[in-house]
């Protein structure tokens, strides 16, 4: 993989090779992921619709948590891949092991922060006085034990991508998500009996609910991060397990990098928050989460090649300019984005078409599934635009440059999506439709604003 991706001469036709032997095994994860997040809508679907209401509350809280490890990751990968493309071995491991020691740190503060506030913060979303609060304080507070480890994951995963090792991260997150979705079977739905081939199988169960898929999250996750430090150890990154003691000039690289990338999953969050609160005052109510979560869920079969090619495009730059080739950089994005292009563009036709039917296999509820499938039908115009988006988003992340599109998400998803949302969802009465709608345009503006701080090229000269 190696070789490949440090060849230096490069062409249209090497470039989409390169790209594609980078994504491909990220692409596969994120579908494995995807699969892993229907079936717990599928499984929650089974205990009621406040559970999978409550599942799709808890998107605010845990999404939150999920999307600042994940941008210590995107330091991580831009800092990594600058070293491993200029050949600088000593500070590719201290930039990575530092940032592997920052993130750990920062999960367990997180835990014990988000632990101490959870009540009025599960509050906002749903009525405390409702089914719905109590099923996603069952859910969230498990769940939170994994955020240390889901910290600590995401930044070795970021690690091993930075220099073009993506199949490792596929085994083991793969290896993760098996877990996740056997364990979610055993502890959500009690002992049971099924018929396999003629022969009666008693499977155990410990019939816990929505709480058993919080415990499935968190040791799912410790699993993960216990099995990435030895499998990151035998690659040039050498022992990652051997965390150093934090040093103010790497911390203040990572951070730098790190902090508009974390505001920008803030953002997002507030944002989102923002987007259910508004479903909560339609007439449709808190039961539109329920549609949420699993719309979410199927879009994502759509959108995932977009965030597997955000992966390669975002290593392949951080090593371009690395090796002081902005050209290189740019081609190998452009090629990502062309391929996203194509895979995106077909799914979203067939996620129009037969939207009614993905959204029967979910959910009974007729007012859920009718809004699940007009959401997947809206959602699919404009979905092409927003995987350009992510991808063009990670090439210049891979850059380090991580300000601006914080900048272009910050006035589309504050100062656009929520007050748009609200005026014509609960001001003018159109409710979930509208909600729909200006999802769909928003995303389609952020794509073509990333897209334009792309070819303004000012990223070839980011420095970090």
Excluded at 9 to 15: G, H, I, M, P, R
Excluded at 214 to 233: E, K, M, R, T
Excluded at 276 to 294: D, Q
Aim: proline fraction near 4%.
């Amino acid at each position: 993989m190696a070789e490949i991706i440090l060849e230096r001469n490069v062409d249209e036709k090497s470039a989409h090779r390169i790209v594609w032997h980078l994504a491909w095994p990220a692409i596969a994860l994120n579908l494995l992921q995807t699969i892993n997040s229907l079936l717990d809508s599928y499984f929650l679907g089974k205990v009621g619709p406040d559970a999978i209401a409550a599942s799709g509350a808890s998107f605010n809280i845990m999404f939150l948590l999920m999307g600042l490890a994940f941008a210590l990751g995107t330091a991580t990968t831009a800092l990594v891949s600058r070293f491993y493309g200029a050949d600088e071995h000593r500070n590719m491991i201290d930039a990575s092991r530092q940032s592997i020691t920052l993130g750990l740190l920062i999960g367990i503060v997180l835990t014990i922060a988000t632990a101490a506030v959870l009540k009025p913060l599960c509050s906002i979303f749903a009525d405390p006085s409702g089914p719905v609060y109590s099923e996603l304080i069952r859910y969230v507070t498990p769940a939170l034990l994994g955020v240390p480890a889901t910290f600590l994951f995401a930044i070795v995963a970021a690690s091993l991508r930075a220099i073009g090792d993506t199949k490792r991260p596929m085994y083991v997150s793969g290896a993760q998500i098996l877990l996740h979705i056997i364990l979610n079977y055993l502890l959500i739905f009690p002992t049971r009996v099924v018929q396999l081939g003629g022969l009666e199988l008693t499977i155990p169960g410990a019939n816990m609910g929505i709480e058993g898929a919080g415990w499935s999250i968190a040791i799912s996750a410790w699993f993960a991060a216990i099995v990435y430090l030895p499998v990151a150890s035998r690659t040039v990154l050498g022992p990652v397990w051997k965390l150093q003691w934090l040093a103010l000039g790497w911390v203040k690289r990572v951070v730098r990098i790190a902090i508009p990338a974390s505001f920008a999953a803030l953002i997002r969050i507030i944002s989102m928050a923002a987007f259910m609160l508004v479903l909560k005052h339609t007439e449709e109510g808190e039961r539109l989460y329920g549609a949420v979560r699993v719309g979410f869920a199927m879009e994502s079969i759509a959108f995932m090649p977009a965030f597997g090619y955000m992966i390669a495009a975002s290593a392949l730059v951080g090593q371009s300019l690395g090796m002081r080739d902005p050209d290189r950089a740019e081609r190998l994005a452009s090629a990502a984005a062309k391929q996203t292009f194509y895979v995106i563009a077909a799914l979203s036709v067939l996620f129009f078409l037969f939207a009614p039917w993905f959204a029967g296999i979910f959910l009974n509820d007729p007012l859920q599934h009718q809004a699940a499938t007009l959401y997947l039908r809206i959602i699919a115009i404009t979905e092409v635009l927003f995987g350009l988006g992510v991808v063009y988003t990670g090439a210049l992340q891979g850059a380090g440059d991580t300000l601006r599109p914080t900048i272009v998400t910050l006035i589309v998803q504050l100062g656009l999506r929520a007050p748009a949302a609200w005026f014509f969802a609960v001001h003018l009465g159109y409710n979930s439709t509208a909600a729909w709608w200006v999802m769909s345009v928003t995303q389609a503006i952020s794509g073509l604003a990333m897209l334009w701080l792309f070819k303004q090229g000012r990223w070839k000269e980011k420095k970090v």
